[in-house]
C-alpha cells in the first residue's frame, strides 16, 4: 500500500523559513517525479515544485528564488526548502508522486497545513 506521509508544517512569522519533509512508502521511489502542490481556501490546488527521477527540477514563479526542492533515493523522502515565507505562501502543502509507463501512478499525500502571520 502506497503511503506519502508529509511533516513540517506550521506557523511562521512572514519572512522566516519552514522545510516539508514527505517520506515514501510501497513505491520504487527512484523511478518517481516528486511534486509539491499546495491549495489555499478557495483557490485550486497548485504545482509549487516538482523535481524529476534525474534531478531536474521546476518551479512556480511565485516560489522561484526563495523555495528549493530536493530528494534523498536513499531515504525514499523528498524536501521542500521554504525561505522569506510570504502570508500569500499560506496554504496546506501536499506532496505527489507521479510515475507514468503504460498507466499513470499518481499518488498524493495527506497534506500539511503552512501559515504564514505575524
Known amino acids: 500500500q502506497v503511503q506519502l506521509v508529509e511533516s513540517g508544517g506550521g506557523l511562521v512569522q512572514p519572512g522566516g523559513s519552514l522545510r516539508l519533509s514527505c517520506v515514501a512508502s510501497g513505491i520504487n521511489f527512484n523511478l518517481y517525479t516528486m511534486g509539491w502542490y499546495r491549495q489555499a481556501p478557495g483557490n485550486q490546488r497548485e504545482l509549487v515544485a516538482g523535481?524529476?527521477?534525474?534531478?531536474?527540477?521546476n518551479y512556480a514563479d511565485s516560489v522561484k528564488g526563495r523555495f528549493t526542492i530536493s530528494r534523498d533515493n536513499a531515504k525514499n523522502t523528498v524536501y521542500l526548502q521554504m525561505n522569506s515565507l510570504k502570508p500569500e505562501d499560506t496554504a496546506v502543502y501536499y506532496c505527489n508522486a507521479l510515475f507514468v509507463r503504460t498507466k499513470e501512478y499518481n499518488y498524493w499525500g495527506q497534506g500539511t497545513q503552512v501559515t504564514v502571520s505575524s
Open positions: 523535481i524529476t527521477r534525474g534531478g531536474t527540477r
